[in-house]
């Protein structure tokens, strides 16, 4: 609001320059302190991933340009091999795990979380309990809830094999978390569960803003509920929805606490994330690992340009 | 910011400088980090009374969590930053090579007490002929077996895996018939994680197949005889094991082994004082043996384990803490560990100790499990280790899944460790 002042009333006055230098000195802390924690790692990673450094000689490392993400070598018999993690098949399968996560539960997680925020929405007795308790999903710590749905899922005295075999749903105990079938079909359940009341709750935001007499006057003209839902709640409601899209893709592309403790080291599971710290720690190639967190975050700002482009997302809330 | 923990550890600090102030001038505080749960911390404290009396230091314990993969992350960080904080690090057996740049080595101060110890132990901590750590305690696994059950269906504790395989099979069969459904015949850790490669290296090694790869940095491991092991242990999956042991770490499989579902198990020692518990289902009703070998009156193979001390290249305390280390590793400290919390000592003679004997005459037959110990290569691939040890337990994680036989995925895991070895580990 204050930009679009600005802008439209060229001449300036001095209340408004001291208001702006004002606004400057307070946001200074933080932005210093951004710098701080958020710019400096990051572009020291980047650095990082141009040169040769390992964990155990962190200032040591040599400048080695382009060779973390591709570089090749010609044969005396004229082959060309290709060496980098951008010929590295263990980064496209955790490239190709991320995105379909991450397709996936934020596709069903919006679903979901609006189809509660529309019962949310309507009043009823209660109401503000079954608020409240839909968030308990949410408010858990992941770690906590990974580890206590790895027991749920656990194929010998797990809950969820026990319920699906009393109703007759399966045959026999299943190995969720082992199996490379279902590995990914534990994790996305996880996920769903903890995440779909943070769709839910933004969603019911957005709903709250739409004024009722809308519904009123479409009750009055008899217009059928499911064409009100298409014609008035979703168009209204979907600024918000599209923020908490967005919320979400950004969380599932660096996804990584429910993966490390549900199926540590699975193939069918790894994301991005658990690869380039794999490879940053555990297995000494600091540089490498740092192309490949490097790689993450240009694919993370590529999508996120995309989004807002291809989205006409306004970020700046003037439009509504 | 850099030493967040001088602020957490700020009564401890009050107390040391108390202590000093009592003491004599160049009494020194020195820093154990240690990943253990609340009892050893307090056992620690303990043992060390005797050492702090004598020498006027103190020593404070930082607790580090359970998981060894999250002690290696945070010690890594902590030694490249070169951080003086910790004096001394308790490190897995596997780390020797891969952080030997970061410590002291320990050769000239050790010649006096060296010979005591197990000899595989001390060469698991040699890396280029520098001593990086001093040996704690030990660890090796066996064959927990039930010996009610052996019994009610007259069978021998088996000597092969294929002794075993089948009489895992028969009794889960009459167990099951007998109404026992939720019966399995043997539990293991399958999930893929390290625990994968100690399992797997004793298949492949006691079907004579060699140990991934040779102390003299060769590729073995894409052989006949490996073969032959995962071919068998991808036949217990979902047969006399359950599927899901594919997911199982050392914790999931005594949770079955110790509500009475199974009939072996493979585990590590601490699961024998577990299992003995007043509230334990099969509390007296099981005994431990040598894990089976793969051929008739052939050699069996335990992964070695355990924990050791290292002194850090920054700290600032090097005696003090040299003088801590020799003091824990001593005979007298292990043989009270092996008593309170039955510890395995890594001093030979201690095995024939007769107040061990007694009170814990589960150790006496840990010593045959210990002679036929095998180290996992962390030596001839130094840094390159956790890198092998991951490439191996993928391959075997997916052949026990049908994802690929042995043969290819045998053979493709020869090729990436060639290529990963290079020129030279």
């Known amino acids: 609001m204050f930009n679009k002042h600005t802008l439209t009333n060229p001449p300036i006055s001095s209340l408004q320059k001291q208001k702006q230098r004002a606004a400057f000195w307070f946001l200074a802390p933080m932005l210093l302190v951004l710098i701080c924690v958020a710019a400096w790692p990051l572009l020291r990673s980047i650095y990082f991933s141009f040169t040769d450094t390992s964990l155990t000689d962190l200032y040591g490392g040599e400048w080695v340009g382009f060779k973390n993400y591709l570089s090749w070598k010609t044969l005396s018999s004229g082959r060309i091999i290709y060496s980098g993690t951008l010929v590295d098949p263990a980064w496209w399968n955790a490239v190709w795990n991320t995105v379909k996560f991450a397709v996936v539960s934020v596709t069903l997680e919006t679903i979901i979380g609006l189809m509660v925020a529309l019962v949310l929405n309507a009043e009823f007795k209660g109401r503000a309990l079954v608020r409240a308790a839909i968030l308990i999903p949410w408010a858990i710590p992941t770690i906590v809830s990974a580890k206590m749905w790895a027991w749920m899922f656990n194929d010998q005295f797990g809950i969820i094999n026990d319920m699906l075999l009393t109703v007759g749903l399966i045959d026999h105990k299943i190995a969720w978390t082992a199996n490379l079938d279902t590995a990914m079909l534990s994790v996305l359940i996880v996920d769903i569960w903890k995440t779909t009341p943070f769709m839910a709750l ?3 935001a957005g709903l709250q803003m739409i ?21 008035v709640t979703l168009p209204l409601v979907k600024p918000a929805l599209m923020v908490a899209v967005i919320f979400r893709t950004l969380d599932a592309l660096r996804m990584f606490d429910l993966v490390y403790v549900l199926t540590p080291n699975s193939t069918a599971t790894k994301t991005m994330s ?3 710290r794999e490879n940053l720690i555990e297995f ?7 192309a490949q967190s490097t790689l993450l975050f240009a694919i993370i700002a590529i999508f996120v340009a995309l989004y807002i482009w291809l989205g006409k997302l306004d970020l700046n809330g003037d439009k509504s | 910011m850099k030493k967040p923990w001088k602020y957490i550890n700020a009564p401890f600090l009050s107390i040391s400088i108390a202590a000093s102030v009592i003491n004599v001038a160049q009494a020194e505080e020195v820093v154990l980090v240690s990943g253990a749960v609340g009892k050893d911390i307090e056992i620690l404290k303990e043992i060390v009374k005797p050492w702090e009396q004598k020498t006027g230091h103190t020593l404070t314990v930082f607790p580090m969590p359970a998981s060894t993969t999250d002690q290696f992350a945070q010690y890594r960080l902590w030694l490249a930053a070169g951080n003086a ?3 001394v690090f308790q490190t897995d057996v596997i780390w020797a090579p891969q952080l030997a740049n970061n410590f002291v080595d320990l ?3 050790t010649k006096d007490i060296i010979n005591q110890h197990f000899p595989s132990i001390i060469e698991s901590q040699t890396s280029n002929g520098k001593l990086v750590a001093l040996p704690f305690f030990t660890d090796a696994p066996a064959l927990y077996y039930r010996k009610d059950l052996l019994e009610k269906y007259q069978k021998a504790a088996p000597t092969t895996w294929q002794e075993l395989t089948a009489t895992a099979k028969e009794i889960q069969t009459k167990e099951r018939q007998a109404g026992n459904d939720n019966m399995w015949g043997f539990v293991w850790q399958g999930n893929s994680y390290e625990g994968l490669t100690c399992n797997a290296l004793e298949w492949v090694k006691s ?3 060699g140990q991934i790869v040779e102390a003299d940095g060769s590729i073995s491991i894409n052989n006949e005889k490996a073969i032959e092991a995962l071919k068998l242990a991808k036949s217990w999956v979902g047969n006399i094991s359950p599927a899901g042991v594919l997911a199982y770490q050392e914790e999931d499989a005594r949770g079955v082994w110790q509500t009475g579902n199974a009939v072996f198990m493979r585990n590590w020692p601490y699961a024998y004082a577990l299992g003995n518990m007043e509230t334990s289902t099969i509390k007296d009703q099981f005994a431990v043996m040598p894990l089976p070998s793969g051929t008739e009156n052939g050699p069996s193979a335990a992964t070695l384990g355990g924990w050791n001390l290292a002194v850090s290249s920054y700290s600032t305390k090097k005696d003090a803490s040299i003088s801590l280390i020799k003091f824990l590793a001593s005979e007298e400290v292990q043989k009270y560990q092996a008593l309170q919390s039955s510890r395995l000592p890594t001093i030979m003679s201690l095995y024939d100790d007769p107040d061990i004997k007694q009170q814990q005459p589960m150790i006496a037959q840990w010593k045959d499990v210990f002679l036929q110990a095998v180290p996992r290569p962390s030596a001839p691939t130094k ?23 042995a043969e290819e995925n045998l053979e493709v895991l020869e090729y990436e460790l060639e290529e990963l070895k290079g020129s030279r580990w």
């Not at chain 2, 994680?397 to 994802?403: I, K, N, R, V, W």
Request: proline share 5%; aromatic share 16%.
């Open chain 1, 284 to 290: 000494d190639k600091f540089a490498y690992g740092s």
């Open chain 1, 274 to 276: 658990i690869i380039s």
């Open chain 2, 207 to 209: 079907f004579g197949g």
């Open chain 1, 211 to 231: 004024p009722r007499d809308m519904y009123e006057s479409a009750k009055i003209d008899g217009i059928h509920p499911i064409k009100v839902f298409f014609q």
């Open chain 2, 383 to 405: 840094i390159k280790y956790n890198e092998v040890s991951s490439k191996f337990f993928s391959a075997v994680h997916a052949t026990l899944l049908g994802s690929g036989s």
């Open chain 1, 202 to 204: 933004l969603c019911l």
């Open chain 2, 107 to 109: 050769t000239p101060y």
């Open chain 2, 85 to 87: 904080d910790i004096d």
